[in-house]
T-cell receptor, first 114, second 110 residues
């Protein structure tokens, strides 16, 4: 199993600002993923981050809004840029769990944009 | 990705068995059925996965009929701490894109 931590666990931000969320895993993994979970909703995949390559974004998500870094096999960051209240969500990172069809999730970062 | 359909919510009492049925009529030959559990303010947690027949672990059992168009997650003797949202997913082998539906909110009462 993998142990995943995220920082910050929560934050309140002003519109127009940006927030960078960190995801740290206790073992080396090839694939890391970023999800968004809006209030009362299910999870939506934002992008896949592989070390040494550009992140792959899902439909509806763009790099300018959600830039991602993946500097090594245990760490990734997601930045939520130029935030608006609609960005208020829980942001979760996950990693592959041996088989690509199962994943371990971090505890999430709860973001409120005012 | 195969679409899944599961009940929005289920209520139960401590000590009872909870069975959540998920429909996935368009499941493909190489798809696996995977269930995740999510507690409030936490990320989802993988609980069980199966391809056909029955799979059991320390947390739950997963029953899959021969046609694989549905599956049933069985939680034996639930406790208050089993109150959570349970997601049924159908995922292809080596397919990393997890598609989460609305899930089933299970509420266990004393």
């Amino acid at each position: 199993s993998a142990v995943i931590s995220q920082k910050p666990s929560r934050d309140i931000c002003q519109r127009g600002t940006s927030l960078t969320i960190q995801c740290q895993v206790d073992s080396q993994v090839t694939m890391m993923f970023w999800y968004r979970q809006q209030p009362g909703q299910s999870l939506t995949l934002i992008a896949t981050a592989n070390q040494g390559s550009e992140a792959t974004y899902e439909s509806g998500f763009v790099i300018d809004k959600f830039p991602i870094s993946r500097p090594n096999l245990t760490f990734s960051t997601l930045t939520v840029s130029n935030m608006s209240p609609e960005d208020s969500s829980i942001y979760l990172c996950s990693v592959e769990a041996g088989g690509a069809e199962t994943q371990y999730f971090g505890p999430g970062t709860r973001l409120l944009v005012l | 990705l195969a679409k899944t359909t599961q009940p929005i919510s289920m209520d139960s009492y401590e000590g009872q068995e909870v069975n959540i049925t998920c429909s996935h009529n368009n499941i493909a030959t190489n798809d696996y059925i995977t269930w995740y559990q999510q507690f409030p303010s936490q990320g989802p947690r993988f609980i069980i996965q199966g391809y056909k027949t029955k799979v059991t672990n320390e947390v739950a059992s997963l029953f899959i009929p021969a046609d694989r168009k549905s599956s049933t997650l069985s939680l034996p003797r639930v406790s208050l701490s089993d109150t959570a949202v349970y997601y049924c997913l159908v995922v292809g082998a080596n397919d990393y894109k997890l598609s989460f539906g609305a899930g089933t909110t299970v509420t266990v009462r004393a």
